[in-house]
Nanobody, 115 residues
Framework: QVQFVESGGGLVQPGGSLRLSCAASGSISSRYAMGWYRQAPGKQRELVASITNSGSTTYRESVKGRFTISGDSARNTVYLQMNSLKPEDSAVYYC?????????WGQGTQVTVSS
């Protein structure tokens, strides 16, 4: 079993910043990937950014240059720094841990970008 502690969501004005964090604990192997997905009402869940425990990163095209994912492999923690936020970034953001083909999901944190 894997447990998550997610934090950092909230309400921010357009152009503002937020930092999400996700700490995983439990039965975690030494080789995994962690990432952030988001889901807006009526839309499918989509990848925002991911990082492997070796530091390789992947970003959704629409967030490149604005969002930065980073990780602390010793603490099984992943962060998402979100700058220049836009209303279309509003969604529930979910942390995901992938160990091989097995996926674990956090409970989600709401991000709302609105004036």
């Amino acid at each position: 079993q894997v447990q998550f502690v997610e934090s950092g969501g909230g309400l921010v004005q357009p152009g503002g910043s937020l930092r999400l964090s996700c700490a995983a604990s439990g039965s975690i192997s030494s080789r995994y990937a962690m990432g952030w997905y988001r889901q807006a009402p009526g839309k499918q869940r989509e990848l925002v950014a991911s990082i492997t425990n070796s530091g390789s990163t992947t970003y959704r095209e629409s967030v490149k240059g604005r969002f930065t994912i980073s990780g602390d492999s010793a603490r099984n923690t992943v962060y998402l720094q979100m700058n220049s936020l836009k209303p279309e970034d509003s969604a529930v953001y979910y942390c995901k841990l992938a160990i091989g083909t097995v996926q674990y999901w956090g409970q989600g944190t709401q991000v709302t970008v609105s004036s």
